[in-house]
């Protein structure tokens, strides 16, 4: 049984960088926000050099289930009740557009396949009715679909959205890492970061979402790394599902991918005191679930060929940490993407690469560090 991701498998190799004596900017995170905003950084005439514990894209970026979906970790009809209508329109509309470049930047490792998030039982069914609602009254592209004749067990209605897609992660990260190392962007790989103080750069950018903790202790207490286990099945012998699903407010999801095998993730609810952990490791309970799903799903146990897990960076609002680390001076975090960094990591890198920048964004009042981090000043580096 393998257990590395397939994705990783599947990846393209990282060109190798030249050494800069100096740079502007250190960014901790080799995965898909830390190689978007060196990216836009160096296209701004930036020196950046990237750490990463590992490699470009090991981490949460090469170990997710490939989904690439609009919005945020809560349904539109709720962001709009938290966070305003107007706010969450623009998220929204954001999110659509980040999607329109990476099919841009992505080639074939993005398919525009929509999505179907679908209702497990009659509560949820009320759920997503009312997002679904909230999304046509604003104008978002969104259908409502009521026979699902394909799919067991039985699902009671689904949203179709036809921007979301499906995404071969690790592939689409190391495209980004050789833009950005065409752009004079050094990688040093396979260097862990302790502390800040190792780093030599006046500006650092935390982008390790979830699996950066021992950084800065009020990162730790606001960022809460959770563990998203996976599977992969060989080959099924007939096309089943033809975009990414997802169930149960998002614990369960799986696609098939173009050669017939099926990615499956998710039931971390099933245990999800054991799941609040960055120990990247699979577990027997969760992997009989997805096992048992499975079955519920294809009427048999398929040979499953591949099982990993990943670390994602939970926040309390479920809404991304962006900018700078406030009482530390030229820290500034791009992290807690809540499960939804395949897209929300490309925004978010953007941003807090203007904001370095000094340029300023709507979303950065949205997404501010300071409503959920507080610093004790003894600690300030």
């Not at 396979?190 to 950018?205: A, K, M, N, T």
Request: proline residues 4%.
């Amino acid at each position: 049984m393998e257990t590395a991701p397939l994705w990783l498998e599947e990846a393209d190799d990282v060109v190798d960088t030249d050494q800069l004596a100096a740079v502007d900017v250190a960014v901790i995170g080799a995965g898909i926000t830390g190689c978007a905003c060196a990216l836009a950084l160096a296209r701004n005439g930036t020196r950046v050099r990237v750490y990463d514990a590992r490699g470009v894209a090991e981490g949460a970026s090469g170990r997710n289930g490939g989904f690439a979906l609009r919005g945020a970790a809560v349904r539109y009809d709720v962001a709009r009740e938290t966070y305003g209508i107007d706010a969450a329109r623009h998220l929204w509309q954001r999110t659509e557009a980040a999607l329109g470049r990476m099919e841009e930047l992505a080639g074939d490792t993005f398919r525009r396949t929509g999505s179907l998030r679908l209702a497990a039982d009659a509560e949820e069914r009320d759920d997503i009715r009312a997002e679904y609602e909230a999304l046509r009254s604003d104008r978002f592209d969104a259908e409502w679909r009521e026979e699902l004749p394909h799919l067991r067990p039985h699902f009671l209605g689904a949203i179709f959205h036809p921007t979301d897609g499906s995404l071969q992660p690790a592939r689409f990260v190391r495209h980004l890492a050789s833009l950005a190392a065409e752009q004079r962007v050094e990688f040093h790989t396979g260097r862990r970061i302790q502390s800040l103080g190792e780093v030599d750069s006046e500006q650092i950018v935390i982008a390790t979402d979830g699996s950066g903790r021992g950084l800065l202790p009020e990162l730790d207490d606001a960022l809460w790394p959770v563990r998203g286990q996976v599977l992969a099945t060989e080959a099924l012998s007939e096309r089943l599902f033809d975009c990414p699903h997802y169930a149960r407010q998002g614990f369960d999801y799986w696609q098939q991918l173009t050669d017939g095998r099926l990615v499956l993730g998710g039931f971390r609810d099933s245990s999800i005191l054991t799941e609040m952990t960055d120990d990247e490791t699979t577990t027997e309970p969760i992997q009989r679930a997805l096992d048992e799903f499975l079955v519920e799903l294809l009427g048999k146990l398929p040979e499953v060929t591949r099982r990993w897990a990943g670390i994602f960076g939970l926040t309390q609002d479920l809404l991304p940490l962006v900018g700078r680390v406030p009482r530390h001076d030229g820290v500034w975090v791009a992290a807690g993407y809540s499960g939804h960094g395949n897209v929300l990591g490309i925004i978010c890198s953007e941003l807090v690469a203007a904001a370095v920048l000094g340029r300023d964004d709507p979303l950065l009042e949205l997404f501010a560090p300071d409503r959920l981090l507080e610093a004790d000043p003894s600690e300030v580096v």
